[in-house]
Structures are given as C-alpha cells and as structure tokens.
C-alpha cells in the first residue's frame, strides 16, 4: 500500500473514532441527565416521551394560546431572539447572591425556545437545568436546540406540562428562573405553589415580570404621546393605534390577578404589584420577597420600554416624530432616580424560601 495512503487511512480511523467516542459521551451524558431529571418526579406522576421532550401524560393543550403554538416560531424570533438575556440573568444572579461554581439543579419555567435556559448554562457552568414550557412547538426547539450545542447538550432536559399541576417532587432545586412567565399564567398561584414545593430550603425563585406602578406611568405615557400626535394630525395613524392598544392592554391587566371575563383570551394576562407579592410570598410559605429594577441603569428606561413595545408590536421600522420622542424623554427627565427604581415597568422578583 502507498505508504500515503495508509497515513490517510490511520487518520480517517482515528477521527472516526474520536466521533464515535464523541458520540457515546454525549448520549450516555444525555440520558444521564434524563435519568436524574425523573427521578425528581412526583410520586404518582407519568409520563411519556416526545422525541428529546418528557411530556407529561395529563399534559393538554387548553389555554395555549395560539402565539404559543402555531405562531410559536414567530414568537421566538420576536420575544426572545432580540434580547440579551445573558445581561438579564446575569444581574438576576448577583441580585439573588447565587454561587455560580456550585453544581446547582435549575428548574426553568416557561422557557420557550429556551434563551433563558442557554443563558443559565453560559452563567452556571456547573449546573443542571431542567426546562419546561406547555407548547410542543416551543419545547421541540428548545430540545433540539439544546442536543445540538455543546455547552448545554447533556445539561439541559426539557419537560412539557401545565405549571398549573404538580410534576416535580419537594425540595428538588436549589433555583427556579421564570424570565416573563408569571404573567401569562390564569393562576399564578396555583402555579406557584407547585414550584416553592419542588425548590430546597435556602433556595431561590427568580421572576422577570411587569410591575403595576410601572406600567401606569407608561399608561399616563401613552396617552401623552396620543395628545402629541394629535396634535401633529397623526390621531389615525398606525402608531397612534398602537399607544391605544397598548392603554386598553394594561386597564385589562389591572388589579389582583382573579380571572376576568376576558382573561383566557389574553396572552399578557397580569400586571404585579408589590402588595399582592407580598402576601403571595406569604401564601406559599416563602421567607421574603425582594423587588428590583430590571435595568441598572434606569436613565432612559421609560424610552426603552416605548421602543420596545412599539417593536413587539412589529413595528420598529415605524418612524416616531421627533416630538413623541422628546415627550417620551420627559418622563425619563422628570422622574427621580431614586423614584424610578419603584416605578419600573419591569422587575425582578425574587422569592427566598
């Protein structure tokens, strides 16, 4: 034989068994973390598998809404693809005080197609993450997405079930991450009371969710910049309809969340205030409860909320005349430093038990 040829032939033998021990590491760790992430399982809980997803089998999909499933791709790109939520987590960890070297269990809940989970795994090198979300199309990407990428493949079990039962065992998780969930539940309660059960005493619940008071000034916002367009002779225009979408979307979410004649047709169903987290922090039998801003820098943070609703709307390539920007500036002018921290449309709330 060519002497050439054979060198080539040892290499290709060589590589090819480098892949196949590739391979094997990762299922072996794959099914490993499977195996761990059942037996976190409630006593009496069944379930069934759907490709790379645990699906538990009383899962149905009543009150998934249709941006969670046929648009859920869609969803995806819009929600989640354009933030950072690496920057996000990372100040929802050192709010929390967590150590990032332990080898923490994370439960992530409404994960999507999973820009939270993977941001979990960058920040917690050590950890293992069991994500979950009720749409089969959100939780099959988030599943591929997470085989197919080293830094989480074998790390990462991905579950779909309602939030609303019970799934997991008690005293399971050292932290749970829920980056905008809470808002979209019908009981956010009920849902709530199976995850402080599943996590460990000392342990963290994380949420990324709207604020009341926040979301009134943006309310009082809104019907500013309608006053300034129609003033401008842009009443009817196209973002003129967006600022009152947006009006009648927070008067909708107002209050404790106890169900309306209009909830479950809603996606954004909740806005929190900090009485009724108080005393839901109370109901569960949680220690505390702590309030933060989602920005740390809160400089301009009621013009990033506007830029950011009017894009959410698929609108960002909308041009906004430049006196609805300098009236969106004055509330970010006029407001305190101090009391914009209590007046943020979005916070991080963290539950210690």
Not at 135 to 160: H, I, K, M
Not at 217 to 245: C, F, N
Not at 275 to 300: C, F, T
């Amino acid at each position: 034989m060519n002497p050439r040829i054979g060198r080539a032939l040892r290499r290709l033998r060589h590589w090819g068994l480098r892949a196949v021990d590739g391979y094997r590491h990762a299922t072996g760790r794959r099914q490993a973390s499977v195996d761990a992430a059942l037996a976190a399982l409630a006593p009496g809980v069944r379930v069934y598998r759907d490709g790379l997803t645990v699906v538990d089998s009383r899962w149905s999909p009543a009150g998934v809404t249709h941006q969670f499933t046929s648009d859920a791709s869609d969803y995806s790109a819009r929600y989640f693809g354009r933030l950072d939520f690496d920057a996000l987590l990372d100040r929802c960890l050192h709010l929390a005080g967590v150590d990032r070297s332990r080898a923490l269990r994370v439960l992530d809940i409404g994960s999507g197609s999973g820009s939270s989970v993977f941001a979990a795994c960058r920040l917690l090198p050590a950890a293992e993450v069991c994500a979950s979300d009720i749409s089969p199309q959100l939780s099959r990407l988030l599943a591929e997405y997470a085989d197919a990428t080293e830094a989480s493949r074998g790390r990462v079990t991905t579950f779909r079930f309602d939030l609303h039962r019970r799934l997991f065992a008690d005293e399971v998780f050292d932290l749970v991450i829920g980056a905008a969930i809470l808002h979209h539940l019908l009981d956010p309660w009920a849902a709530l009371v199976n995850v402080a059960r599943s996590l460990k005493r000392g342990g963290t619940i994380v949420l990324v969710e709207p604020l009341e008071a926040g979301s009134l000034v943006l309310a009082t916002m809104y019907a500013r910049v309608l006053a300034v367009l129609d003033g401008l002779g842009q009443g009817g225009g196209e973002l003129a309809r967006v600022m009152r979408v947006l009006r009648l979307d927070i008067q909708c979410r107002l209050g404790v969340p106890v169900e309306k004649p209009w909830s479950a047709k809603l996606d954004d169903k909740w806005v929190f205030d900090e009485p009724y987290l108080i005393g839901l922090a109370r109901d569960l039998g949680l220690a505390r409860v702590e309030i933060h801003p989602a920005q740390h820098d809160l400089a301009s943070v009621f013009e990033g909320a506007f830029r950011s609703v009017v894009a959410d709307f698929g609108c960002g390539e909308l041009a906004i005349p430049p006196e609805v920007v300098e009236c969106v500036r004055e509330f970010d002018r006029g407001i305190a430093p101090e009391l914009k921290a209590r007046l943020c449309p979005t916070g991080i709330i963290l539950l210690r038990k």
